[in-house]
């Protein structure tokens, strides 16, 4: 197996060489995304599979009181403790899976055996992990090929836990075996083995918008012109290869977080281009701000970039298909996209899509289409809270 990011990360098997080149086709003529992982990916994790043991039991101890002047004193074994739980905890100020990205196998700690003397064995430590808020934890020794994992876990908000593996029992030790018939028991009970698992932790970013196009068509310079948050622009498809997050504060009360979500390329829901990783970070967004390139220096027509991505997001998931979009022309500043643009707002007016136009290197129109987004991220989650709590009569 390699040692490279993605391998490490859980892809291990599938990136084979021959996948590598059924990729290389399939990418058309986009460069592999993979290339270009940097430092930045290499900081950035979103999918780890990692082996987890509560800890054993301890066992029951047998043992009896021998004292000066207390003939037949008897039993007197202690119980074992508890073994440790494994714990998962969501951190607040994480936003990557990077410290659980080695392969490795975490323990808790094991309860102590119990000793004479009455005397119980201590409960061993439980194992907490950090998790970023966002977190799923499904228990990977469920799924087998074609079917789910069961998920055990979704971890949103910070300081949600979920105990993953649970310790084993301590035994009972003989002195709880003494019968009126039996006053000398000479067994106690063995400690129950703890839990073991194997779980594939996966990120999903958590983002209020998420900012959805084809590569190189202006989604992190407008990102950079809205927020503080500080994506690398270039002029090369794939430049950006994790999310960002940003700040978005539209006046002294609204404000929400936008998401610079790589670019998605044709056969994206089929891992094209990483797509399936890249997609999953807008599964959690309210709103997704679709960003089309209308300047036509892409060579490609902006409807069919609409609808080629639109095909993408319904057949990797319906809940993506079916998420609320904003249609956003970007580089308003060219002379080709003012040139074009009347042309191109009258197709998508047939199809009852009002195209909005923004410039992030000027930031012409970027005002009103963050009022615009602030007002579809507060009315979509209104909705979702309506329909997943409805009103009692
Ligand atoms: N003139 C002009 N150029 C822009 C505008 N937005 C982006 N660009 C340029 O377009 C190129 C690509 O911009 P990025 O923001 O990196 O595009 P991206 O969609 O994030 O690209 P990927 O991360 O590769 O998917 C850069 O050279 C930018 O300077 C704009 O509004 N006006
Ligand atoms: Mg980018």
């Known amino acids: 197996m390699c040692a490279c990011h993605l ?120 194992l907490v992990l950090r998790v970023p808020p966002g977190t799923l934890a499904y228990d990977d020794d469920t799924g087998s090929e074609g079917s789910e994992a069961a998920l055990l876990a979704d971890l949103r908000e910070p300081g949600d836990e979920v105990v993953v593996a649970h310790g084993g029992r301590g035994g009972l030790g003989n002195q709880h075996f003494a019968t009126s018939t039996r006053q000398a028991p ?11 698992r194997t779980l594939r932790l996966e990120l999903r970013m958590l983002a209020d918008a998420g900012l959805l196009g084809f590569p190189n068509v202006g989604k992190s310079t407008l990102v950079r012109a809205v927020s503080a948050a500080r994506p690398r622009v270039a002029d090369y498809p794939f430049t950006t290869l994790v999310p960002h997050l940003g700040v978005v504060r539209v006046d002294e009360e609204a404000s929400f977080v936008l998401a610079d979500v790589p670019g998605l390329i044709p056969g994206a829901h089929l891992g094209h281009g990483l797509g399936t990783r890249f997609l999953r970070h807008l599964s959690r967004t309210a709103v997704l701000i679709h960003l089309l390139d209308v300047s036509g220096l892409t060579g490609r027509d902006p409807v069919d970039d609409y609808d080629v991505l639109c095909r993408e997001l319904a057949l990797a998931s319906p809940e993506l298909g079916t998420k609320p979009q904003i249609v956003v022309a970007s580089r308003l500043d060219l002379a080709e996209t003012r040139e074009r643009l009347p042309e191109v707002r009258t197709r998508f007016a047939a199809r009852g899509i009002d195209l909005q136009a923004v410039s ?22 209104r909705r979702m809270a309506d329909t997943a709590q409805p009103a009692h009569p």
Do not use: N
């Open 7 to 126: 391998c490490r990360a859980g892809f291990a098997g599938r990136d084979t060489r021959a996948a590598r080149a059924a990729e290389r086709y399939t990418l058309g003529p986009y460069p592999d995304p993979r290339r270009s992982l940097g430092s930045d990916q290499m900081k950035f994790v979103d999918e780890v599979r990692i082996r987890v043991e509560a800890g054993d039991g301890g066992d029951g101890c047998v043992a009896f009181r021998r004292e000066k002047y207390v003939p037949r004193g008897g039993p007197s074994g202690g119980d074992g403790g508890h073994g440790g739980d494994v714990v998962l905890r969501v951190d607040g100020g994480l936003s990557t899976l990077l410290d659980l990205s080695y392969p490795q196998t975490l323990r808790a700690g094991r309860g102590e055996h119990g000793r004479g003397k009455e005397q119980s064995g201590a409960r061993g430590a439980d």
């Open 186 to 196: 000479r067994h106690a009970q063995p400690g129950k083995p703890g839990e073991q």
């Open 360 to 381: 992030g290197v000027t930031g012409e129109g970027t005002r009103g289409l963050m009022q615009r987004i602030a007002a579809a991220v507060l009315a979509e989650r």
